[in-house]
């Protein structure tokens, strides 16, 4: 019974880090954040992002951490998401980046995440020279909000970039996308999608 007590206390302990740590951060506050002005927050709107699959939407009352979301929707598409304006980003840097997703229909059965393309231009135009920088994980749990996160270095030659967002998966999907971020020196953990105790 100890032994039980002691996992259940440490399992708890690594949740409440891993959701403290994830609502702190605020994308609109980061300097950093690349992505800060750009309706990185999605709080009144989702003003300058364009559909990538599916129809988007403003989820005024769900957010995480706060209100406001990107809502993307599709009956029979995939992938379902939005991608960013572009922003201007620096050649062979290092950043950290990332989304929080929710699967509201529970149709992202594939996955969710970010990809990241990259351009040598400095205003998007033309073709990616990479889109190889990608933040994706499992479907989140139905309901919940779930971060995906990673880092990676820009290619030599990438001078700006756009963010895709969104998940993949068959039949309805109706996903919440917020708190998007992309800069130098920003790391955080990834939710915790499973765990086992033997
Ligand atoms: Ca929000």
């Known amino acids: 019974m100890t032994r039980v ?10 949740a409440l880090l891993t959701t403290s740590v994830a609502l702190a951060y605020d994308c609109r506050n980061d300097p950093a954040n690349l992505l800060k002005d750009l309706n990185c927050d999605f709080d009144l709107n989702v003003s300058g992002w364009t559909i990538l699959g599916g129809a988007a939407a403003h989820a005024a009352g769900d957010g995480d951490p706060l209100a406001g979301s990107a809502e993307s929707s599709c009956a029979a598409c995939t992938p379902v998401g939005i991608s960013s304006a ?14 929080r997703v929710k699967d509201v229909a529970g149709g992202a059965t594939l996955g969710c995440g970010m990809t990241v393309n990259e351009y040598s231009s400095v205003d998007c135009s033309g073709a990616p020279v990479a889109s190889s920088l990608q933040a994706g994980g499992p479907s989140p749990v139905t309901g919940v909000w779930t971060s995906y996160n990673a880092t990676g270095t820009t290619t030599g030659t990438t001078q700006s970039l756009r963010v895709d967002m969104g998940c993949q998966g068959s039949g309805t999907q109706q996903i919440r996308m917020d708190n998007v971020y992309f800069g130098v020196g920003i790391t955080l953990p990834v939710d915790l999608q499973s765990l086992s105790v033997k």
Request: charged share 0%.
């Open 86 to 99: 572009c922003a201007a980003a620096a050649a062979s840097t290092l950043y950290g980046y990332g989304v």
């Open 5 to 14: 007590l002691h996992v259940c206390a440490f399992v708890s302990l690594i």
